[in-house]
């Protein structure tokens, strides 16, 4: 990596915290009609980083520089998550403040504008940001060392699986929250090598009675969780007025309609971390007509009248990836998935703009070699929906 590039110096003290938003207006707005210059509107297929390789390093090249038969590059980019922690960290020179450092994220964006293949034809490829404030592993957490106390609301709470995730419906929390994406979109929208930047799922990954049973303030309720996510999503639209947005929605059912009605009155897309093909492990993401679940707002191909008007393709984007788990049939994971089944359902039942492919040293070849007879030269987009939303028209 390169010599980190300082973006901002702190305004995050441990013992005082001063809050700007650049300016920026994160009154909600009607954008259903409004007219939006987007840098890039590229759908179709794209890489998801596995967190153990490197873009910089030039480590996903070998696959991000794979053509279909016709010479057409079969990834339009790849996607990489962003730790909230990661990205505001210590001020080595001034303890007990925090600064801004997006030095990775240039340095990625660098490469991939650079990227060219063995032959040394030029290889356009477009990054994907995913900021992650949640964590998943025992311990582990992507919120700031500064986020805690009475100020924020105890700042985080231990999750089912023993991570650390942020308190964001408490407003000081969110507020540094949204601060951060004012700052990333002071110094990244409307880049031309980034493609779009997505909000990592909205699952709280925790039981309500858990969560408010730790030193937390406020209370944890569907609705405010709801509020605090529709929140950040108009932040996130306003800190990215020219590029693709798009909040991974998949939990809890009791807030999805509000999350769901704040994604379509915003311009802000849709999407998740999971494509899951099966029946056997995604009745929890397709629900039921009185309990409906986030695949049935993305276009309805189960035909719930519960949320007629409330579906989101051909409005705003529609992007979703495919896991580890989701290379399988079944939880045990013991039988395969079919690419062919995972494209197909998120086709034609999810209309999707977007498919994230993990990078999984197993599978990446079948990925390839299918997606190899979808890519061409009058079809960049792999036969994934590419006509541009009506949000952003």
Do not use: C
Request: hydrophobic fraction near 35%; proline fraction near 5%; avoid cysteine.
């Amino acid at each position: 990596m390169n010599k980190k590039r300082m973006l901002s110096t702190v305004f995050a003290s441990l013992t005082a915290i001063t809050l700007t938003l650049g300016g920026i207006s994160l009154v909600q707005t009607n954008t259903a009609h409004a007219t939006v210059n987007l840098t890039n509107w590229n759908p179709g297929h794209y890489l998801l980083t596995n967190d153990k390789l490197s873009i910089s390093n030039g480590e996903y090249d070998t696959w991000l520089t794979q053509r279909s038969p016709d010479g057409t590059p079969i990834f339009r980019g790849i996607q990489k998550k962003y730790s909230w922690n990661e990205l505001e960290i210590p001020n080595p020179s001034q303890p007990g403040q925090f600064i801004y450092d997006f030095s990775e994220i240039e340095d990625d964006l660098d490469h991939l504008a650079n990227l060219t293949d063995t032959n040394g034809v030029a290889v356009p490829s477009k990054l994907v940001i995913q900021l992650q404030t949640k964590a998943f592993g025992e311990g582990e957490s992507a919120t700031p060392a500064y986020i805690q106390g009475s100020y924020y609301g105890g700042g985080v709470y231990e999750t089912a699986t023993g991570s650390y995730n942020p308190i964001r419906w408490n407003d000081h929390v969110r507020d540094r929250i949204k601060a951060l994406y004012a700052a990333l979109g002071t110094s990244f929208n409307g880049n031309n090598h980034l493609e779009s930047v997505i909000l990592s799922e909205t699952a709280q990954s925790q039981q309500p009675d858990n969560i408010n049973s730790q030193s937390i303030s406020p209370a944890f309720s569907y609705t405010v969780y709801a509020s605090a996510i529709s929140d950040e999503i108009v932040a996130l639209k306003a800190a990215f007025p020219n590029t693709v947005t798009i909040q991974f929605t998949n939990f809890p059912q009791q807030s999805l309609s509000g999350i769901i009605a704040a994604e379509r009155t915003n311009g802000v897309g849709s999407g998740g971390p999971d494509i899951k093909a099966y029946s056997a492990i995604n009745s929890s993401l397709i629900g039921t007509n009185t309990a409906p679940g986030a695949y049935s707002y993305y276009a309805n191909a189960w035909n719930y009248s519960s949320v007629q008007g409330q579906t989101l393709a051909g409005i705003v984007p529609l992007g979703t990836a495919v896991q580890s788990a989701d290379y399988f049939q079944d939880d045990a994971k013991t039988i395969p998935a079919n690419i062919s089944d995972l494209y197909t359902f998120g086709h034609d039942k999810l209309n999707l703009n977007y498919i994230y492919w993990l990078y999984n040293a197993k599978r990446i070849n079948d990925v390839v070699n299918f997606l190899k007879t979808k890519v061409t030269l009058t079809d960049k987009a792999g036969g994934l929906y590419q006509t541009l939303p009506t949000a952003y028209q």
